[in-house]
């Protein structure tokens, strides 16, 4: 009698540019649930991350076959590279010579971690770069929004030094862009030397729509309150907005900044919840009765707004927000302060129904699988 074939084990490397649990903010969500969707399909993923301020994590380990942690170095010496301080500030070659141990594919998580992808020691790996914006565009939208201007300079240089050092990545990678424009970009672009770009919808922490029927009694703003973008969005739904309207707002999130705390103490309807923990924050934005989110860019995937859609009622953005994400038919679109105003009184007096939720429950089921996302990225390893 023949023996079984025992089933082949597959391992990948993943290097993350930060420490990715808890998955709290960006990109790191997009991480953490890519690595979880990974283990659930049986791959086996041996995770390299770089540590600058949050802490090593034992819930990590309980997801990945190994876990990896390495400095990063920051310091103003290496602003003066012509590489870009995201990406020379990870370069660490006991990394690499991590990666070499074996020929595992590796998948980079954004050109931060893309320091070592060109070497020829790697060329004939599979190596995936997971897109989760174009970091060029991205800088100038922070440039053009800080305040400081010693922010502003080194945002705009960081801007210029990302476009050549994406231009210069080798044509042993494949890409996995976060949204559907920004894969358009890297097929399209006129120095584009990409084995191949595939679109591959954000990973992210829901597995079903649990939003509530009926109403709520607040609107809810939510985001990272350090950023300079959503401190400018938090200005605008606060003095544009809510200056106007009677209607209680909630703004939560991390750090807020001065001017933001400042500026909501002005409002008696307004109430500013600074550094909510998940369950806090889970709660804010299932309770809410309209989860408003303004962008000021249309960069990456905006994944509040997948949380929003899963977890809230009512979403009310602007084009910028669902720009390539095929969710524009699930929210309520405003573009200028007459539009907000209008659409949050119009809706803060209706029930969110049970049609409106089997509505939201097909759209995202066919849109925001992970396990669909699992699959596609499982194709671009190999492993199908």
Known sequence: ??????????????????????????????????????NDSGIKVHLHCFEYGRAKSSELEMICYQVNYYKRELGLKYFFNRDPYIVVTRHNTLLLNNLLKDNHPIIYEGLHTCIFAGRDELKNRIQIVRMHNIESRYYNSLSASSISIVDKIFFKLEAIKLTHYEKSLGNNLSVAAINKEEAEYYKNSDYNRFRSVTYIPPFHENSKVISLTGRGNYVLYHGNLSISDNEQVVLFVLNKIFSGLQIPLIIAGKNPTKRIIKTSEKFSHVKLIENPDSSEMNNLMINAHINLLPAINDNGMKLKLLNSLYKGRFCVVNDLMVKNTGLEDMCYIANNKDDYCNIISELFIRDFTVDDLKYRKNGLTVKYSNLRSAGELLKLLNFD
């Open 1 to 38: 009698m023949a023996k079984p074939i025992p089933e082949r084990v597959y391992h990948i490397h993943l290097v993350s540019f930060d420490i990715p649990f808890p998955p709290d903010y960006g990109g790191i969500i997009d991480v953490y649930y890519k690595i979880k969707a990974l």
